[in-house]
């Protein structure tokens, strides 16, 4: 064997060796890609049924809210309507107690006669 085929060889030996040094970095960091893709998945899929069980909470306590908010304007129709009532009769006796007492007490007679 020549120099120059000793060097060729001992050169593509160091380029094979080079090869398989960066196929196997590639290899192990393919594996913990592939590791942490599983586990960002995983975490994903978590994160979404949390946020799902979330939304849907949220719905629902809107919805109660609603109906606390219906509940609570309709008595307050309810007691504006009771409180109008109320005030209108007791105008209403208001007057019917000033007709009955200017019938129960005379009127003051008159000093002067009227002409």
Known sequence: MTRSAAVALAAALGRWREATSVAAVTAGAQRV???LSAM??????????????????VEELTHAL????????????????R???????????RREARRLRSKAIP?????????
């Open 33 to 35: 890609q592939d590791e």
């Open 40 to 57: 960002l998945r995983e975490q994903a899929a978590t994160c979404d049924a949390e946020v799902n069980a979330l939304a849907d909470e």
């Open 66 to 81: 609603a109906d606390v908010v219906s509940d609570g304007a309709r008595l307050r129709w309810r007691w504006a309507a």
């Open 83 to 93: 409180t109008g009532i109320i005030s209108t009769r007791a105008a209403h006796d």
């Open 107 to 115: 009127e003051p007679k008159r000093l002067i006669p009227e002409p």
